[in-house]
């Protein structure tokens, strides 16, 4: 069945008495989407809030709505289920726009992965699977920060929540015949919300700087720092300051002279940033810094292949994503801190445990 426009074209809240009058009218359980842009900004720019109820859809305007208490209120009531798809973009776009995570969530994306071996199934993919219904996602990338809205972005914003509540209950019952609400509630609790990654702390997720000697790590934690606070102030994509590779490649130089960053720089770069970078090195006094994770040697790369392939066994058996189970950089953990502590990692604790933890507690009880 092909999803057609044929329902009333929504109109925007942007008015605190009408969003107060429509939220009665919500319910305990309502779809959440959000559309937003970042294209050439650090932070996402939110262009629009759609709630689904049982009996409507309500469109808030972020552009000139700004009264956000009831709202707020309503995001963090945990007695209310907020259903929602690969919420991980909307929970960052939430934490900056309104400084909240939502409470109760259930992401539809991450419990269909409980009932079928697909982790990373899109929202329209997974309405034709289980409504057969056809969406139209033509929209997707449009500007949803011009204004007026089109009515096709109106309609395909509708149809985002529309089917929301429907999925959210085929999966629910899906997961109690499976006896699995219980391992998808412990994941979500894992996975439901949004920190960012403070300035000081981004040169950790560099793994390709791991490398580098503690003196000149040291110095690449600054250079990050300087960049993410560049790229806040500026509201700018890192990349539009500087990218990764080139803050790792400068770290690991002797000197960073004006000669240096012409080398390893684009000359954009040099001649906007240039004597900042400079200024960083040159205030730069070396500190312990925590280290970069260093990649698995040979042995322990195979004692991680075999705990991997015993984990994609249980779930290809039970038909569930394989990526549950056996993520690389969960098992790689998982091997590190029974390593370090005798104990499984808190990934593969709870009902993870119950499916692989005997498993791996006998793979790697032979690298003690």
Same mark, same amino acid.
């Given at each position: 069945m092909?999803?057609?426009?044929?329902?009333?074209l929504?109109?925007?809240? &942007?008015?605190?008495?009408?969003?107060?009058? $429509?939220?009665?009218?919500?319910?305990?359980?309502?779809?959440?989407?959000?559309?937003?842009?970042?294209?050439?900004?650090?932070?996402?720019?939110?262009?629009?809030?759609?709630?689904?109820?049982?009996?409507?859809?309500?469109?808030?305007?972020?552009?000139?709505?700004?009264?956000?208490?009831?709202?707020?209120?309503?995001?963090?009531?945990?007695?209310?289920?907020? /259903?929602?798809?690969?919420?991980?973009?909307?929970?960052?776009?939430?934490?900056?726009?309104?400084?909240? &995570?939502? $409470?109760?969530?259930?992401?539809?994306?991450?419990?269909?992965?409980?009932?079928?071996?697909?982790?990373?199934?899109?929202?329209?993919?997974?309405?034709?699977?289980?409504?057969?219904?056809?969406?139209?996602?033509?929209?997707?990338?449009?500007?949803?920060?011009?204004?007026?809205? &089109?009515?096709?972005?109106?309609?395909?914003?509708?149809?985002?929540?529309?089917?929301?509540?429907?999925?959210?209950?085929?999966?629910?019952?899906?997961?109690?015949?499976?006896?699995?609400?219980?391992?998808?509630? $412990?994941?979500?609790?894992?996975?439901?919300?949004?920190?960012?990654?403070?300035?000081?702390?981004?040169?950790?997720?560099?793994?390709?700087?791991?490398?580098?000697?503690?003196?000149n790590?040291s110095?690449?934690?600054?250079?990050?720092?300087?960049?993410?606070?560049?790229?806040?102030?500026?509201?700018?994509?890192?990349?539009?300051v /500087?990218?990764? $590779?080139?803050?790792?490649?400068?770290?690991?130089?002797?000197?960073?002279?004006?000669?240096?960053?012409?080398?390893?720089?684009?000359?954009?770069?040099?001649?906007?940033?240039?004597?900042?970078? &400079?200024?960083?090195?040159?205030?730069?006094?070396?500190?312990?810094?925590? %280290?970069? /994770?260093? %990649?698995?040697?040979?042995?322990?790369?195979?004692?991680?292949?075999?705990?991997?392939?015993?984990?994609?066994?249980?779930?290809?058996?039970?038909?569930?994503?394989?990526?549950?189970?056996?993520?690389?950089?969960?098992?790689?953990?998982?091997a590190?801190?029974?390593?370090?502590?005798?104990?499984?990692?808190?990934?593969?604790?709870?009902?993870?445990?119950?499916?692989v933890?005997?498993?791996?507690?006998?793979i790697?009880?032979?690298?003690a």
């Amino acid at each position: 069945m092909l999803y057609k426009d044929e329902k009333v074209l929504p109109s925007l809240i &942007t008015k605190t008495k009408t969003l107060e009058a $429509e939220a009665e009218n919500w319910g305990a359980v309502v779809a959440l989407d959000t559309e937003f842009v970042r294209t050439s900004t650090y932070y996402p720019q939110p262009g629009l809030y759609q709630v689904g109820y049982a009996t409507g859809v309500s469109l808030i305007d972020p552009t000139s709505f700004d009264d956000w208490v009831a709202f707020s209120s309503y995001l963090l009531d945990p007695e209310i289920v907020k /259903v929602m798809h690969s919420c991980s973009e909307d929970l960052e776009l939430l934490n900056h726009h309104l400084q909240l &995570t939502p $409470e109760n969530i259930f992401d539809t994306q991450l419990a269909y992965a409980f009932i079928s071996q697909n982790l990373s199934i899109g929202y329209g993919n997974l309405v034709h699977s289980l409504l057969d219904v056809q969406l139209d996602k033509q929209e997707t990338r449009s500007n949803w920060l011009k204004r007026p809205l &089109t009515s096709k972005q109106l309609f395909y914003a509708q149809a985002d929540v529309t089917y929301l509540l429907k999925v959210h209950q085929i999966l629910v019952e899906k997961l109690d015949s499976l006896n699995r609400l219980s391992w998808f509630g $412990e994941e979500m609790l894992r996975v439901n919300s949004y920190t960012p990654v403070a300035p000081e702390k981004y040169y950790l997720g560099l793994r390709k700087a791991w490398r580098l000697a503690p003196e000149n790590l040291s110095l690449l934690k600054d250079l990050c720092r300087w960049r993410e606070l560049a790229a806040q102030k500026l509201d700018v994509p890192r990349n539009r300051v /500087v990218w990764d $590779e080139h803050l790792i490649a400068l770290a690991d130089v002797e000197s960073v002279t004006r000669q240096v960053l012409v080398k390893q720089l684009p000359a954009g770069v040099v001649d906007r940033f240039g004597t900042e970078i &400079t200024s960083v090195v040159e205030a730069h006094e070396f500190s312990e810094v925590e %280290p970069i /994770v260093e %990649p698995l040697g040979q042995r322990h790369s195979g004692t991680v292949k075999k705990m991997r392939k015993v984990a994609a066994d249980v779930a290809e058996k039970l038909n569930l994503a394989v990526e549950l189970l056996a993520r690389r950089r969960d098992v790689e953990n998982c091997a590190r801190h029974y390593l370090e502590t005798g104990e499984l990692s808190v990934e593969y604790q709870g009902w993870r445990n119950e499916l692989v933890g005997q498993k791996f507690t006998d793979i790697l009880q032979g690298l003690a």
